[in-house]
């Protein structure tokens, strides 16, 4: 069977293969979470299930994950609702970003940011719990989980002492609404691979889309391609590459 050199920076996959790998990432993880079957059909116009173990791992990036899941992450990944601007930072995971059509069709960045305004989730005690409990030992994921629950109070408080946690608190300022004042403090950082997404993202979300797709493209060369921030990068510069 030929190889197809859709990976290659300089040839992008079709929206197709990029939606298809997304569906399908970290397929290798699923039966070792949840023992259920290697193959696992999935529907596009439906949605599709989150690999909880995926999920978790591209949620520690930077980090080795806990061999355990938190309490109720599981219930957390499945029953998230749609995120469209999602920072690459500790806590969050990539398959958050489910629903491709707004991004692919009319395509509002105004739209799709975050505006702040959103309440807390209600419930999610055990996670709650999860993260009183492991902040002072790993703040960085604590603190993206409740930005995740909504938590923006408690995600502060266990950044405020942790030396260089600038792209977490500046994804801390994009998922409360000041995505302007975010950007520039990505624009402040020095060049990794988590800067270099959020500067191309919050570029794109916030309609600088033909300035987006250089640091998206410098992104998606510098994450490892087993990453589901790697697919997300370049599904945001296929974006870009649409809209520009």
Same mark, same amino acid.
């Given at each position: +069977?030929?190889?197809?050199?859709?990976?290659t920076p300089?040839?992008?996959?079709s929206?197709?293969?990029?939606?298809m790998r997304?569906?399908?990432n970290?397929s290798?993880?699923?039966?070792?979470e *949840?023992? !259920?079957?290697?193959?696992e059909?999935?529907e596009v116009?439906?949605?599709?299930r989150?690999?909880t173990?995926a999920a978790?791992?591209?949620?520690?990036y930077?980090?080795?994950?806990?061999?355990q899941?938190?309490p109720?992450?599981?219930?957390?990944?499945?029953q998230?609702?749609s995120?469209?601007?999602?920072? +690459?930072?500790?806590?969050h995971?990539?398959q958050?970003?489910?629903?491709?059509?707004?991004?692919?069709t009319?395509?509002?960045?105004?739209e799709?940011?975050?505006?702040g305004?959103?309440?807390?989730l209600?419930a999610?005690a &055990? @996670?709650?719990?999860?993260?009183?409990k492991? $902040?002072?030992?790993?703040?960085?994921?604590? *603190?993206?989980?409740?930005r995740t629950?909504?938590?923006?109070?408690t995600?502060?408080?266990?950044?405020a002492n942790?030396s $260089?946690?600038?792209?977490?608190? =500046? =994804?801390?300022?994009w998922?409360?609404g000041?995505?302007?004042e975010?950007?520039?403090?990505?624009?402040?950082?020095?060049?990794?691979?988590?800067?270099l997404?959020?500067? $191309?993202?919050? %570029?794109l979300f916030?309609?600088?889309i033909? !300035? =987006? %797709?250089?640091?998206?493209q410098?992104a998606?060369d510098?994450?490892?391609?087993a990453? &589901?921030?790697?697919? @997300?990068?370049?599904?945001?510069l =296929?974006?870009? !590459?649409?809209?520009?």
């Amino acid at each position: +069977m030929t190889r197809s050199n859709a990976n290659t920076p300089s040839n992008q996959p079709s929206i197709e293969s990029l939606m298809m790998r997304f569906l399908a990432n970290r397929s290798d993880a699923s039966a070792v979470e *949840s023992g !259920e079957s290697e193959v696992e059909p999935h529907e596009v116009a439906a949605g599709f299930r989150v690999d909880t173990r995926a999920a978790w791992i591209d949620a520690n990036y930077a980090g080795a994950p806990a061999a355990q899941l938190p309490p109720e992450w599981a219930t957390l990944v499945g029953q998230q609702s749609s995120a469209f601007a999602l920072p +690459m930072a500790a806590g969050h995971f990539p398959q958050r970003v489910k629903d491709l059509q707004p991004l692919l069709t009319k395509f509002n960045p105004a739209e799709l940011r975050p505006t702040g305004t959103q309440g807390a989730l209600p419930a999610f005690a &055990g @996670l709650r719990a999860w993260i009183a409990k492991n $902040g002072s030992a790993n703040p960085l994921v604590a *603190s993206g989980l409740a930005r995740t629950l909504g938590d923006f109070d408690t995600a502060e408080t266990l950044l405020a002492n942790v030396s $260089g946690a600038k792209n977490e608190k =500046a =994804a801390l300022r994009w998922q409360r609404g000041e995505c302007a004042e975010a950007l520039a403090a990505w624009d402040a950082l020095p060049d990794a691979p988590a800067v270099l997404f959020n500067r $191309g993202m919050g %570029r794109l979300f916030l309609g600088r889309i033909v !300035e =987006a %797709r250089a640091s998206l493209q410098k992104a998606v060369d510098a994450i490892p391609e087993a990453s &589901g921030w790697h697919t @997300l990068a370049r599904l945001y510069l =296929a974006v870009a !590459e649409i809209h520009g």
